[in-house]
C-alpha cells in the first residue's frame, strides 16, 4: 500500500461547487465569501466571522484590531507551528515562549501565570491535534492577573484584561464543556488550508465573543479595512448601481478570501459533521491496536471535550532522536508516510536569532523526541486504517520491549 499523510477530500460537490462561481463571474471576494462567513459564524456559535486567507491573516487580524504593537508581549506554546509566535512578530510585539506541561501538549498554565507582566497584551493557546486548552484555568489567570493590564486602546479598555487570542487552526468543530470552538476564547483562528479537515485550499476564518461596549459589526468592519487595504468598500459592495467611489481608510494589508476558496469551504461544510465522523472511528480503530503494545495517544474524546481528531500523534517510550528516525523510515518503505508534530520553536533558527534556547523548555523537547504522527484523514479506507495500526504496532513493538527490558 501507499498511504499519503494528508491529502484533501475532494469531491465532485466541491468541484461543482467551485465550476458554479467560476461560471458566476465572481472569482475573489463576493457573494460565495460573505455565504461561508455567515455559515462560519452559525456553525461556531457567534454573530460574526471573517474569512480571509490564512490562519496566519486571521490570527494576525485580530492582534492588530486589539492594538497590539511594538512595547507589548504576548504569550504563546515553546511547541507549536512557527504561525504561532510568528504573528506576535507581524505586528512588533515580543513573543514570550512558555513550556509545555510534563504529561501534556498544553501550556504549562503555572508558567503561563508567572509570564504574565504589565506588558503582556495577549495570550495565544494552542489546540493541538484538534483538542482544546483548558479555557477555564487560561480565563482565570486572565483575570488574577487584571491588576497588571495597561489598556492602549479603546477596544482593550473594554476587555479589561489581556485577551485570549486561540490559535483553533487544528480545532475547527471540536466542543469543548458544549460550546463549539470559536465560541470560547476572546478571539478564534482557523485554518482551512490543505491539510486541514475542512479546507479552501489556503484560506482561514476569525470569529470572536461578544466585547462589552463594542459591537460586533464596527469589529466586522475594521477587519475588512484591515483585509482588503484599508478600502472602505469591497469589490461586491462596489457594484451597486453608482456605487463606484470608495475611500482609503489607512494603508493597511491584503489577506482577503476569495470565492472560489469559499466555495470550496461551503462544500464541505455541507459534508462537514460526516467527515468528523469518520476522524472519530479511525482514532478508534488506532487506538484499539496500540495503546495495548504501549504506544501512547492523546485523548481525543472524553466526558468535557471532543476533539475535530486532525492529527493522531503518537509517543513512543524511551527512544532516542535516531530510533525516532528509524522508525519513520521503516514506515516509509512499508508505504506509509508519517511526520512528526512539532519540532518546538526554540530549536528552530528564527526563534534561536530571538534568544530562546531548548534548554529552557524541557517538557517540550521531551515531547519531541519521540512523537511520531500517524495519517489520519478521511480518504483512509478501513482496510488502510487497520494496515498503517498493524504495520505501526510491528514495527514499533520492538523499540519497546527492548525499553521494557531496559536493553536500550
Given at each position: ?62 492582534l492588530r484590531i486589539l492594538g497590539i504593537g511594538p512595547g507589548d508581549e504576548v504569550i504563546t506554546s515553546a511547541y507549536t507551528y512557527t504561525a504561532s509566535a510568528s ?40 489546540d493541538i491535534g484538534g483538542i482544546p486548552c483548558d479555557y477555564d484555568r487560561i480565563f482565570s489567570i486572565a483575570e488574577r492577573k487584571k491588576a497588571l493590564f495597561r ?258
Open positions: 500500500m501507499k498511504i499519503p499523510f494528508s491529502p484533501p477530500d475532494i469531491t465532485e460537490e466541491e468541484i461543482q461547487e467551485v465550476a458554479e462561481a467560476l461560471r458566476s463571474g465572481w472569482i475573489t471576494t463576493g457573494p460565495k465569501t460573505k455565504e461561508f462567513e455567515r455559515k462560519i459564524a452559525d456553525y461556531c456559535g457567534v454573530k460574526r466571522a471573517v474569512c480571509l486567507n490564512s490562519q496566519t491573516a486571521c490570527a494576525e487580524m485580530a504573528v506576535i512578530c507581524h505586528v512588533g510585539a515580543r513573543p514570550v515562549l512558555v513550556d509545555t506541561q510534563a504529561d501534556s501538549l498544553e501550556m504549562d498554565y503555572e508558567a503561563l501565570e508567572k509570564a504574565v507582566t504589565e506588558h503582556t497584551k495577549a495570550v495565544i493557546p494552542v489598556p492602549a486602546n479603546q477596544l482593550q479598555e473594554a476587555m479589561g484584561r489581556i485577551a485570549v487570542c486561540a490559535d483553533a487552526a487544528h480545532s475547527f468543530g471540536a466542543e469543548w464543556h458544549g460550546k463549539k470552538t470559536g465560541s470560547i476564547a476572546d478571539f478564534s483562528s482557523f485554518s482551512f488550508h490543505a491539510v486541514k479537515n475542512l479546507t479552501t485550499a489556503e484560506g482561514g476564518a476569525l470569529t470572536w465573543n461578544p466585547i462589552p461596549g463594542i459591537g460586533d459589526e464596527d469589529i466586522y468592519h475594521q477587519l475588512q479595512l484591515y483585509s482588503l487595504h484599508g478600502q472602505s468598500k469591497d469589490a461586491l459592495a462596489k457594484t451597486q448601481l453608482g456605487a463606484w467611489e470608495y475611500d482609503i481608510a489607512g494603508p493597511w494589508y491584503k489577506c482577503n478570501m476569495t470565492d472560489i476558496m469559499a466555495a470550496i469551504g461551503l462544500a464541505q461544510l455541507r459534508r462537514y459533521e460526516g467527515l468528523l465522523m469518520r476522524r472519530k472511528e479511525i482514532i478508534r480503530q488506532y487506538d484499539q491496536v496500540l495503546r495495548p503494545v504501549g504506544v501512547g495517544t492523546l485523548e481525543h474524546y472524553t466526558s468535557g471535550c471532543t476533539s475535530s481528531g486532525h492529527l493522531y500523534l503518537t509517543w513512543i517510550p524511551g527512544i532516542s532522536l535516531e530510533q525516532r528516525q528509524e522508525i519513520i523510515v521503516k514506515m516509509a518503505e512499508a508505504g506509509v508516510a508519517c511526520n512528526v508534530h512539532y519540532k518546538p520553536l526554540p530549536m528552530m533558527t528564527a526563534y534561536k536569532n530571538m534568544g530562546f534556547d531548548i534548554k529552557d523548555y524541557p517538557n517540550a523537547y521531551g515531547h519531541f523526541v519521540n512523537e511520531i504522527t500517524l495519517p489520519l484523514h478521511t480518504k483512509l479506507s478501513d482496510a488502510e486504517v487497520t494496515y498503517v495500526a498493524e504495520t505501526y504496532a510491528s514495527v514499533v513493538k520492538p523499540y519497546i520491549q527492548k525499553r521494557e527490558k531496559g536493553t536500550c
